[in-house]
């Protein structure tokens, strides 16, 4: 199975950044569809954002967009969110999720956009944001 590990949680004011990483390993070829995923207490968890690593197309939740941006970070087994500008509602449990066996960009993307589990999940990390 897929082991992926978050970091990069904190506590920031309003307005701040944060950048998160998730290592992903044990998996073999290529890991290509991964994303982020958040969950606040006593709400649904929302995506917040997919990267297809070997394809290059991403999406983003409408709250996120123009904020945060999703990228391999200085490999491919390494995913980074740059979160800016954060707001207090931003605040929740962030996961990285991946899912092995998805290998195309539609694929990929639709699943996020459907609100598909992805089959590996990380821990999560903490992010909160004082108002």
């Known amino acids: 199975q897929v082991r992926l590990v978050e970091s990069g949680g904190g506590s920031v004011q309003t307005g701040g950044s944060l950048r998160l990483s998730c290592a992903a390993s044990?998996?073999?070829?290529?890991?290509?569809?991964m994303g982020w995923f958040r969950q606040a207490p006593g709400k649904v968890r929302e995506g917040v954002a997919v990267l297809h690593t070997g394809g290059g197309r991403a999406l983003y939740a409408d709250s996120v967009k123009g904020r945060f941006t999703i990228s391999q970070d200085g490999a491919e087994n390494t995913l980074a969110l740059e979160m800016h500008s954060l707001k207090p509602e931003d605040t929740a449990m962030y996961y990285c999720a991946a899912d092995e066996s998805i290998a195309t960009v539609s694929t990929c993307l639709s699943a996020f956009q459907a609100n598909v589990p992805f089959s590996s999940w990380g821990q999560g990390t903490q992010v909160t944001v004082s108002s």
């Open positions: 044990g998996y073999t070829g290529s890991l290509y569809c």
